[in-house]
Every structure is written in structure tokens, then in C-alpha cells.
């Protein structure tokens, strides 16, 4: 019973490049969350993603960051011309359902590093 | 603005002792107040969780206490052992549907000595 899957462990990326992050969701889970940790901070919430559909997207940088949950394969978040800032780890977070019953479940995150 | 403080940033403890970790929360709309505890190059796991309506919920060795009137909950780990080693975060989401959101604390760095 594999849990929440990520991919890659770590990336490193240069300045002006693009990282794709992917995340799978445990099995039979249908929503999807990201969340951004950087360094001395706690996780901050990003987007929510069902399948096909965004559902809340108030915490993604409103340049450059993209996400998706397609219908077949992964969740995957874009982050295009990445920059130093970027540098953090990225969080994929599952559930089965919405609401406090439905506790989040996370995976080991994506390591980003830009330079 | 940081809605979820939490203190102290590190923490010592000698085994069999007891950890306690804080957290004060700013938005009266909060009504879910998860801890997480992270090993390092781990994502972060469910520890336990309170809901404003009880004051206090133990599991095993973890403990939640949760002041409504102060907006202050804490965390009580008994007999602490060095496998708790790790960082905890406290966490808390609003009612309404959105209790995926939630607002993390910085974290505390919890280390138990053998």
C-alpha cells in the first residue's frame, strides 16, 4: 500500500530553466494538494487539484508556477524561468476526500535547487 | 502576517522527560488544529489532532491541550524517547470546507538525549 509518491527527490535546476514535479496520490485518493516549504519555515499551501480540475489555487505565485492533475498519470507542478528563490522543498499532499475526516497525507517531497 | 506562532524553535530533552511545544493562533475561524512531526528528508505525518470543542485529546504518549479563550494549543509529549526526535509543526484550518489549507507553524526542532 504505497503511499503519496513524488518525483525526483531532488532537482537542480539553473536559473532561467524549467522544473516539472510530479506527484502520485495514494491509491483511491482523489484529491491533490502542494504545499512549498522553504528553509526555517513552515509548509505553505499552494493548490488543490481533483482530477481535471483546480479547485483552489489562492496560494500559487501568480507568475510562473502552473499545476495540473491530469485525468490519467500524475499531478504535476510547473515552475517555468525558476529563480533562486525557488529553491525549496515541494510538498504533495493526498486525500480521499474533503473535509477534517479526509486528513491530509503527504509524500517525501521534491528537494528544488536552484543555482 | 504569521497567523500560527509557534515556540521554541529547538528543544532539548533528556529521555523519559517531558517535550512540550506551543502554539498560539491569530483567526477565531480556525476550528482544526492538526500536529505534524517531519524526520528529516520525510514529508511531514499526522501526529494528532483537536477540534476547539474538547480541551484536551491524548493518544499514547501525545497529548493536545487547547485553550479556546487564549487561541493557545500545545503539545505534551510524555516520556519522550530519542526515536522523537524530530521537527513538529503545528497547524490549524477553517471551517467551511477549506480544512485543507492549512496554516503551518515554523516548527520546532525536538531532540531527546539517550
Known sequence: NAGVMQNPRHLVRRRGQEARLRCSPMKGHSHVYWYRQLPEEGLKFMVYLQKENIIDESGMPKERFSAEFPKEGPSILRIQQVVRGDSAAYFCASSPGKGTGSPLHFGNGTRLTVT | ?114
Not at chain 2, 30 to 39: L, R, S, T
Open chain 2, 1 to 114: 502576517q504569521q497567523q500560527v506562532k509557534q515556540s521554541p524553535q529547538s528543544l532539548i530533552v533528556q529521555k523519559g522527560g517531558i517535550s512540550i511545544i506551543n502554539c498560539a493562533y491569530e483567526n477565531t475561524a480556525f476550528d482544526y488544529f492538526p500536529w505534524y512531526q517531519q524526520f528529516p528528508g520525510k514529508g511531514p505525518a499526522l501526529l494528532i489532532a483537536i477540534r476547539p470543542d474538547v480541551s484536551e485529546k491524548k493518544e499514547g504518549r501525545f497529548t493536545i491541550s487547547f485553550n479556546k479563550s487564549a487561541k493557545q494549543f500545545s503539545l505534551h509529549i510524555m516520556d519522550s524517547q530519542p526515536g522523537d526526535s524530530a521537527t513538529y509543526f503545528c497547524a490549524a484550518s477553517r471551517r467551511g470546507g477549506s480544512n485543507y489549507k492549512l496554516t503551518f507553524g515554523k516548527g520546532t526542532l525536538l531532540t531527546v538525549n539517550p
